[in-house]
């Protein structure tokens, strides 16, 4: 049974910074693709980072560009996002997902439950 568990989340205050981390176990890591998504309140889910399974190729959504870094470690099952310059908006749930090629959103199909991340003003 594959299983992604967030951790790093909670409370900052705009312009801080936050690491996430994501354990994932009941699959073989190196061959899965792995990203990043968050959903805010009365919004869609939407891809933050993700990254491909070496971990050279990686893709991020430009509201986020120059200040997240998404990464993985494929010795410890583990990948990452780095956060920084964070913004109020950008409060929302964050979820890890693992995926099998793609970098579409929808070709994501195991999911963590989620961790919050609240950006106060």
């Known amino acids: 049974q594959v299983q992604l568990v967030e951790s790093g989340g909670g409370l900052v205050q705009a312009g801080g910074s936050l690491r996430l981390s994501c354990v994932a176990s009941g699959l073989t890591f190196s061959n899965y693709v792995l990203g990043w998504f968050r959903q805010a309140p009365g919004k869609e889910r939407e891809t933050v980072a993700v990254v491909s399974r070496s971990g050279r190729t990686t893709y991020y959504a430009d509201s986020v560009k120059g200040r997240f870094t998404i990464s993985r470690d494929n010795a410890k099952n583990t990948v990452y996002l780095q956060m920084n310059n964070l913004k109020p908006e950008e409060t929302a749930v964050y979820y890890c997902?693992?995926?099998?090629?793609?970098?579409?959103?929808?070709?994501?199909?195991?999911w963590g439950q989620g961790i919050q991340v609240t950006v106060s003003s």
């Open positions: 997902a693992a995926g099998g090629g793609s970098f579409n959103l929808p070709d994501f199909r195991s």
